[in-house]
């Protein structure tokens, strides 16, 4: 249930709409906000004996220490796959009543004259 209303906060929604979307009690919702999850944060980033002004503080704090990733690069393809892409199924499994298909997937796209390959940072080991 943590996780749930940890993902409901950096998504944007209030301790109000996360107990609508779960169709719980708002004031259930913020109360174990504040039993849970809020002193888990503070611990986390270092703000123990700060209050909480506003449900916004969480994700605010947690980015604020780094736990931002960097959203990765995005190349526009204007008319689809080229004649070049491949995709070749690879393996096929069949374990614990779950099917696992191994797919090899090789996409040609053209960079766009203003983008080079310098700029897209698609190498980024630094973990952001």
Known sequence: MEKLHLRGLLC??????????????????????CATLYKYVKSLVGKGVEKIENWRNIAEWLEDAGYKTKPSAKLPIQDGLSENSKVNVTNITFENNQIKIGVYLQITVPLPSELSIQNLDINDNNGN
Do not use: F
């Open 12 to 33: 944007g929604h209030s301790p109000g709409e996360i107990a609508e979307k779960r169709q719980k009690n708002p004031k259930g919702v913020e109360t174990d906000l």
